[in-house]
């Protein structure tokens, strides 16, 4: 059983950066697709990032191209978020979450596993 712990979150001023951090145990990381999604209060949860197992390729979502970067450590078992220029609306609570095999995937029913969330809050 695969098993994905978030951490990293906190709350920041908007113009302000955090790392996300997301360590996995319980199965072969180096297999797994990861990604990054977030629900705010009210919302959807809605697709913000994806990272195939090789950092091969990467894909976001429009509101947050060009700010944010996905990238993973293997050997470390850990997926990170690096949320730079953030703004108000990205406050929201994120998770991480994997699947196995290739490719890259924005909805969140094509993941197998899910941690358990980490809370953003961007002050304006």
């Known amino acids: 059983q695969v098993q994905l712990v978030e951490s990293g979150g906190g709350l920041v001023q908007a113009g302000g950066s955090l790392r996300l951090s997301c360590a996995a145990s319980g199965g072969t990381f180096k297999n797994y697709g990861m990604a990054w999604f977030r629900q705010a209060p009210g919302k959807e949860r809605e697709f913000v990032a994806a990272i195939t197992w090789s950092s091969s390729s990467t894909y976001y979502a429009d509101p947050v191209k060009g700010r944010f970067t996905i990238y993973r450590d293997n050997a470390k078992n850990t997926v990170y978020l690096q949320m730079n220029s953030l703004k108000p609306e990205d406050t929201a609570v994120y998770y991480c979450?994997?699947?196995?095999?290739?490719?890259?995937?924005?909805?969140?029913?094509?993941?197998?596993?899910w941690g358990q969330g980490t809370q953003v809050t961007v002050s304006s």
């Open positions: 979450a994997g699947r196995s095999g290739t490719g890259l995937f924005s909805s969140p029913l094509q993941y197998n596993y």
